[in-house]
């Protein structure tokens, strides 16, 4: 009679074979992963969607292996590839290549008055390039934006990085990108006006106040200083297209009744900086000031001074994506 091998002895070969086969998986993925930048570099504009999505699948794999130094230099990585893989070959000009295909889309009775054909013809016209980012817009967090004045921007849409990154990082990062993700899925500011309401503005001051006052040593702190003094130039100022207030008469009036509403809103939350603020621009609003000077910016920076608005730099954007960055 044959010698029958034992139960539990098939067990721990199972086993041992199972085990044997994890660690080698686990150390293909950690090359892989060491390789992650390396291969995220290689995407560019002759790159199908297909290699994108594989690439943000590794991403996906690779992130809980990484510290937060690497996290972040993937996420670096990440954006590097997606402007590498959106580049465009048609012009930058209003009514020109995307740019024309946009506003067809976007606008398509307008664009018609104009002469300007219909989106079939026009995207015909386009390189073949452009015409496959056509055709993947949507898929892979593929934004196409319009941003004003004619002008259409082929983009990530600022959603990837939450999804993504936010869960790897610590809470202070992780809240500054989702909500920077939500602000920045349209644009802020369109021919020089603003284009969102203006109690939206002031509810994304009280946001970052509360963020700063929480999160001090943030690795973000600066841009959210920097988020919440631009939000209040743009309640308490305005912008050269959406003026808070004109000053005729010795006298501030208000420039937009929205306007108001959104600094009388604010004046019924919880005390806070802001909203002291608004308190005190109201009461700037009812007195008379007849030693100012109508013909320079006297009315502008008394409000300034009074409520400690710093001038707006141009060198930080933080309005295209999840977190800021520096412009040229």
């Keep these: 009679m044959a010698c029958e091998k034992p139960k539990n002895s098939v067990e721990i070969t199972a086993k041992t074979s199972t085990t044997q086969s994890d660690s080698i998986t686990q150390k293909t993925l950690i090359n892989h992963c060491d390789n992650l930048i390396d291969q995220l570099k290689k995407i560019n504009h002759s790159s199908k969607i297909e290699t994108l999505m594989q690439a943000n699948v590794d ?38 290549g995307l740019n024309a295909y946009g506003y067809v889309a976007f606008y398509p009775e307008n664009a018609k008055d104009l002469g300007q054909g219909n989106v079939k013809t026009i995207k015909k016209s386009l390189p073949q390039r452009d015409q496959y980012l056509i055709d993947q817009i949507g898929k892979e967090y593929i934004q196409f934006l319009d941003i004003g004045e004619g002008l259409f921007e082929l983009k990530r849409h600022p959603q ?56 001090p040593k943030s690795r973000l702190i600066h841009d959210a200083k920097f988020l919440l003094n631009e939000y209040q130039n743009l309640i308490f100022l305005g912008s050269d297209n959406s003026p ?85």
Aim: with cysteine; aromatic share 12%.
């Design 59 to 96: 991403i996906k794999k690779c992130l809980p292996k990484l510290n937060k130094i690497q996290i972040y230099q993937v996420l670096d990585a990440s954006t590097q590839m997606y402007q590498q893989f959106l580049e465009t070959k048609s012009g930058n000009e209003s009514m020109e």
């Design 160 to 215: 990837y990085v939450a999804d993504y990154f936010a869960a790897s990082l610590p809470p202070a990062d992780a809240e500054f990108i989702r909500r920077m993700a939500k602000d920045n899925t349209d644009i802020l500011y369109s021919d020089s006006a603003i284009s969102i309401p203006r109690k939206e503005l002031a509810q994304r001051a009280l946001f970052w106040e509360k963020y700063i006052a929480q999160y």
């Design 244 to 328: 808070t207030f004109e000053f005729h008469d010795h006298r501030f009036h208000w420039a937009d009744p929205e306007a108001k509403q959104a600094i009388e809103w604010l004046t019924e939350q919880p005390d806070t900086q802001v909203t002291l603020s608004a308190q005190y621009f109201l009461e700037m609003m009812a007195e008379s000031y007849p030693q100012l000077n109508t013909k320079n910016s006297e009315p502008y920076d008394l409000v300034k001074k009074h409520l400690n608005l710093k001038q707006i730099s141009d060198n930080r954007e933080c309005h295209s994506d999840a977190l800021c960055y520096d412009t040229p």
